[in-house]
């Protein structure tokens, strides 16, 4: 069974630039979020799908940060304009049911903002 | 103040060695409690769920003493591939989000 899959693996921008970075779940898994480890510092949450919809998107920093999941498959995170301090590894996770349960991670995006 | 407190390391240690992490959360509310495992520019994966009992798989063993709000995982006969971070992972009653220590980082040394 295929894992979490993450594009691209790396990204260099220039700060006002814009990226985007997609998610693939684990084939029939609902629950989709999207974590960020910036440097020196731990993973944090930043949102929560279940299928299509946004259950909880509290960890989202500001509004240059989109994410969508059409469809209820896969899911992008657009950072529009990308700032210095956006740098960081973005991971996806998925997991097919909701509440604390094991969630599986991908290989997460190296966004740098130059 | 951060949700989950780990000791970030370094432990190194020799092959066959027996270490020890701890972990420690804030919030009472916290229902869940995992280890997850880190190799290096690698995905996070799950090591081992942490229950109120106790629980042991293989060589690892996790402890929760949920009145000191405390984690531990206990690595006996440590091996080469064991080398990694270790991840301490919390998640709360009414949230899906995972909440994590910055990590441990652990070397076994030949």
Partial sequence: ?114 | RKEVEQDPGPFNVPEGATVAFNCTYSNSASQSFFWYRQDCRKEPKLLMSVYSSGNEDGRFTAQLNRASQYISLLIRDSKLSDSATYLCVVALIWSNQFYFGTGTSLTVIP
């Fill in chain 1, 1 to 114: 069974e295929a894992g979490v899959t993450q594009f691209p693996s790396h990204s260099v921008i220039e700060k006002g630039q814009t990226v985007t970075l997609r998610c693939d779940p684990i084939s029939g898994h609902d629950n989709l979020y999207w974590y960020r480890r910036v440097m020196g510092k731990e993973i944090k949450f930043l949102l929560h799908f279940v299928k299509e919809s946004k259950q909880d998107e509290s960890g989202m920093p500001n509004n240059r940060f989109l994410a969508e999941r059409t469809g209820g498959t896969y899911s992008t995170l657009k950072v529009q304009p990308a700032e210095l301090e956006d740098s960081g590894v973005y991971f996806c996770a998925s997991s097919q049911q909701q509440g604390a349960n094991e969630q599986f991670f991908g290989p997460g995006t190296r966004l740098t903002v130059l």
